[in-house]
T-cell receptor
Framework: GAGVSQTPSNKVTEKGKYVELRCDPISGHTALYWYRQSLGQGPEFLIYFQGTGAADDSGLPNDRFFAVRPEGSVSTLKIQRTERGDSAVYLC????????????FGDGTRLSIL | QKEVEQDPGPLSVPEGAIVSLNCTYSNSAFQYFMWYRQYSRKGPELLMYTYSSGNKEDGRFTAQVDKSSKYISLFIRDSQPSDSATYLCAMSEGAQKLVFGQGTRLTINP
């Protein structure tokens, strides 16, 4: 597709459940980023992939959060033992590795933990 | 104190007015500065992308960066109701994570 695609667009689940959020970046983009946006706040960085490897995972809040990008394209953000505080919009962005190229965002997955 | 400070507003102006949005930051290593527009239930959409200090103009939008003051601005001329959205400033040291401001909610009244 032309833009960053994220699925599902909405996810509602119960506290304690496991969730997977998927991101399909713009074709050819080598860098992929995950952010989390709480209501009324700007996005906050979670993790950055360059190719298949996580170049920076300093934003992951704890070990319940994990992300993979096995083939250097699609990425999955995984959250174990979800908590109500995990409710937020999870945004994915992709770009080229070059510093002078910006990141382009998908529309996010709206995650609600009941 | 946050690395990037942005007044959340809300800001409400009449159609046709000039809008001024701004952010301050504390990290002198930031070199790349962006403004994103975000409509309700949508992802951030890139509006302006600048490197280091200076001005950049694109249609009705002008971005200014003053690294000496750690201050960036976005000006919108001839504002339209379709410009009503949340405007996010963002910055980075390189091809790495973006650090965002809180976002300013803007309404243009017809």
């Amino acid at each position: 597709g032309a833009g960053v695609s994220q699925t599902p667009s909405n996810k509602v689940t119960e506290k304690g459940k496991y969730v997977e959020l998927r991101c399909d970046p713009i074709s050819g983009h080598t860098a992929l980023y995950w952010y989390r946006q709480s209501l009324g706040q700007g996005p906050e960085f979670l993790i950055y992939f360059q190719g298949t490897g996580a170049a920076d995972d300093s934003g992951l809040p704890n070990d319940r959060f994990f992300a993979v990008r096995p083939e250097g394209s699609v990425s999955t953000l995984k959250i174990q033992r979800t908590e109500r505080g995990d409710s937020a919009v999870y945004l994915c962005a992709s770009g080229f590795r070059l510093s002078n190229q910006p990141q382009h965002f998908g529309d996010g997955t709206r995650l609600s933990i009941l | 104190q946050k690395e990037v400070e942005q007044d959340p507003g809300p800001l409400s102006v009449p159609e046709g007015a000039i809008v001024s949005l701004n952010c301050t930051y504390s990290n002198s290593a930031f070199q790349y500065f962006m403004w994103y527009r975000q409509y309700s239930r949508k992802g951030p959409e890139l509006l302006m992308y600048t490197y280091s200090s200076g001005n950049k103009e694109d249609g009705r939008f002008t971005a200014q960066v003053d690294k000496s003051s750690k201050y960036i601005s976005l000006f919108i001329r001839d504002s339209q109701p379709s410009d009503s959205a949340t405007y996010l400033c963002a910055m980075s040291e390189g091809a790495q994570k973006l650090v965002f401001g809180q976002g300013t909610r803007l309404t243009i009244n017809p």
